[in-house]
């Protein structure tokens, strides 16, 4: 029996531009970036929402898949995909929208015609991805890294096989998929310009070696996914392709996102990590306590130091539940004054801690008072 797959295509707005006039042509660039409907003027917005509907319903009568493939790129690769029969099997599919109105809208009607030959289908809209703004473009790289190996490495855990279907959206997020693809997915597919071959390139036998790269610049990489101030003195050796500098602020680039999602679970199970702020110490014990831990739930240590670094550096205004900082109520509990959450599953431990000036130290790992 086939595995199941999970169809990952990028989608841009062809299915709007094929065969339109070059007047609306010209309307559809002029709005593509635009984030809703309610902000395109009322007479374009609705010249475009009356296109819209037309298409939508000229998809939805349409049962010709050789239509289908001349209107929409992305149902161009897809159905190649399934050898020119879209009913051929009944997979899980995403569509990776623009953060915007037309990218979601058009994303939307693909959606349609999948669901309608037994497809599941989920539009995800990329938050900040559009193609005016090279900043907003390499935050939403970003985050689509982190979705990457949040999501699709449970697919391919539970058995499912991974495809990307680069054949529709704009180049620029292509070549960013492809890459992604090597290490993401099973084989990444598009149909190869000005020929009605599905081109299909299966995932390389290499693997980044993410661990050693964030174990060089732990500190930094550490500081940064804990939104912590990173300064350009503290970055000045990790190199260029992994973080970049907005403001004087030290944030991941897409690939520095990579590596640290493929490789801190890792990092962050295998030992007690120091503290990220001169403000936070370990008391003598503290390590004794954290004595037979599994790596899972020393992994919910280390990641609840840096939420304690952030919160002794930013203040009140930080303090999530997971973290969940507090002072003791009524008196001092053998010696420590404050305690946070260690975790709130299984047996829900607390850290337990004191404040010596200026320096928050942790006493040690402890079940909670009440």
Known sequence: MPKPCLIVSTCGTSLLTNNAGPDLRNLLTDFANHPRAEDVPPEPRQRIQQHLDTRREEFARETDLQRLMELSAELNGLIRFYGGNLSAARDQHVLLATDTWLGESTARIVADALERHGHLVEVKRVRDLRTDDPASFRWAMSDLV????????????????????????FKSVQGFMQALGMIYADESVYVFERTEQLLRLPRLPVQLDSEAILRRHLAVFRRIAAGLLAGEAEVAGVPESLVNTLDGQAVFSPWGELVWQEAYRAVYSAELLGPITPKLAFGPRFQQTLDGLTPDRLRHINERLDQLARRLEDGETYNPRSLDFKPLQGTEHKGSTHECDAWADQDAKRLFGHYAGECYVIDRLDKGLH
């Open 146 to 169: 982190a979705w990457c190996a949040e999501t699709l490495k449970g697919y391919r855990d539970a058995g499912h096989r991974v495809a990307f279907n680069l054949t529709g959206g």
